[in-house]
């Protein structure tokens, strides 16, 4: 496994006592990445303990705690984004990595070439979806809810990736946790925001009572990758609203807390 710049953090974080995730992925060891539980910070019930975002409600110096807890795993300030369920991507680079890290720019998905810049989206249901180059040229991360998906931020993504010099057919994404498919619950209108466009998209859906369907959103997801010519991708199987203690779900709690992934390159090499 080749996580966190590196295998120390993987390390680190288990003998910090976290559960959190770190992705089994084929990338350099020059990128790191790692997702975030519920666990392991300072805010207080309905958002216990690791809450993330500071739009939920929580105490902001909580919310300050869990940050500095987390931001001793990465390399520098991540780069959080206002996130709107929509498809832009920011490209991060020495013009406007600063202002962004003092304002998050509204986006669902951010790429970046530069070094220590961890890119860095939050979710508790939706699914965050991390890139890395295998040749390390470049990484991203987005924010993938049904709404996002359809939009196709994932494409976005990856054609903001290729236009900094990471192809399609060089890229590794990774799923992190979502909500899984025998939770995720939809009306007629997310299947048609997916079917209308790719029928075949229907495999990803199944009929439930009340004229209502169940969505398998890492199903859909690799679905928009591969068509967009990501063929290498990790990860999945987890699900925020059935694994309570684990996660956050805003389907299962609504007033509740957000976990978040970060992925970024390290300076030095890009072998594998």
Not at 33 to 61: E, I, M, Q, Y
Not at 83 to 106: I, M, T
Not at 209 to 235: H, I, N, P, S
Not at 250 to 269: H, L, N, S
Request: hydrophobic residues 50%.
């Amino acid at each position: 496994m080749t996580v966190a710049g590196g295998p120390d953090t993987a390390v680190r974080i288990a003998a910090a006592g976290f559960d959190w995730l770190a992705p089994d992925w084929p990338v350099p060891v020059a990128v790191g990445a790692f997702a975030t539980t519920r666990n392991g910070g300072a805010s207080l019930a309905p958002r216990a303990s690791l809450n993330l975002a500071a739009h939920c409600g929580d105490d902001p110096a909580a919310v300050a705690l869990n940050r500095r807890r987390v931001g001793t795993f990465l390399p520098g300030p991540p780069v959080w984004l206002e996130q709107v369920h929509g498809c832009e991507v920011v490209r991060l680079d020495a013009s406007n990595v600063d202002a962004a890290r003092r304002a998050p720019p509204v986006a669902d998905a951010a790429v970046t070439t530069l070094p220590n810049v961890p890119c860095a989206v939050l979710t508790a249901d939706c699914l965050p979806v991390l890139f890395a180059d295998r040749e390390g040229a470049g990484v991203g991360a987005a924010h993938a809810g049904w709404r996002g998906l359809a939009a196709g931020v994932l494409e976005a993504t990856v054609a903001a990736l290729d236009g900094l010099g990471a192809p399609p057919g060089r890229l590794v994404a990774w799923l992190g946790p979502a909500i899984g498919p025998r939770a995720f619950e939809v009306g007629g209108e997310v299947v048609a925001a997916f079917c209308d466009r790719d029928p075949a998209a229907a495999a990803a859906f199944v009929a439930h009572a009340g004229g209502r369907w169940r969505a398998d959103l890492y199903a859909l997801a690799r679905r928009r990758l591969a068509a967009a010519g990501v063929v290498a991708v990790a990860g999945g199987g987890h699900c925020t609203f059935a694994e309570r203690d684990r996660f956050f779900s805003y389907r299962r709690e609504r007033d509740t807390g957000r976990q978040a992934a970060f992925v970024w390159r390290a300076p030095g090499g890009t072998g594998v």
